[in-house]
């Protein structure tokens, strides 16, 4: 019984491990899909590609950069008006 408790435990790590990196891995894809009006996403998922060139893109450096990038194109348009 302890043997079948443990397998399972190190089955239980393992899926939680592998899920968590799906999520990390995809979930800015998803906020620029979801949540950038589309005339931004290209701009956007180009410079969270650029931000981290690894397999897996570091979510919270990654969107800092973004907004950072957004407000000064926002702040750019505005001057111009």
Same mark, same amino acid.
């Given at each position: 019984? *302890?043997?079948? $408790?443990? #397998? +399972?435990? #190190? /089955?239980?790590? $393992?899926? &939680? /491990?592998? #899920? %968590?990196e799906? $999520? =990390? @891995? *995809? +979930?800015?894809? %998803? /906020?620029?899909? +979801?949540?950038?009006?589309?005339?931004?996403?290209? *701009?956007?998922? &180009? $410079?969270? @590609? =650029? =931000?981290?060139?690894?397999?897996r893109l570091?979510?919270?450096? =990654? %969107?800092?950069? @973004?907004? !950072?990038?957004?407000?000064? !194109?926002?702040? &750019?348009?505005?001057?111009?008006?």
């Amino acid at each position: 019984m *302890t043997e079948l $408790l443990l #397998v +399972l435990v #190190v /089955i239980a790590v $393992l899926v &939680t /491990i592998v #899920v %968590l990196e799906v $999520l =990390a @891995a *995809t +979930l800015p894809m %998803l /906020i620029v899909v +979801l949540l950038v009006p589309p005339p931004e996403r290209h *701009t956007l998922a &180009t $410079l969270l @590609a =650029a =931000a981290d060139s690894s397999r897996r893109l570091r979510l919270w450096q =990654a %969107l800092r950069i @973004a907004v !950072v990038e957004r407000r000064r !194109v926002r702040s &750019t348009s505005e001057i111009k008006r």
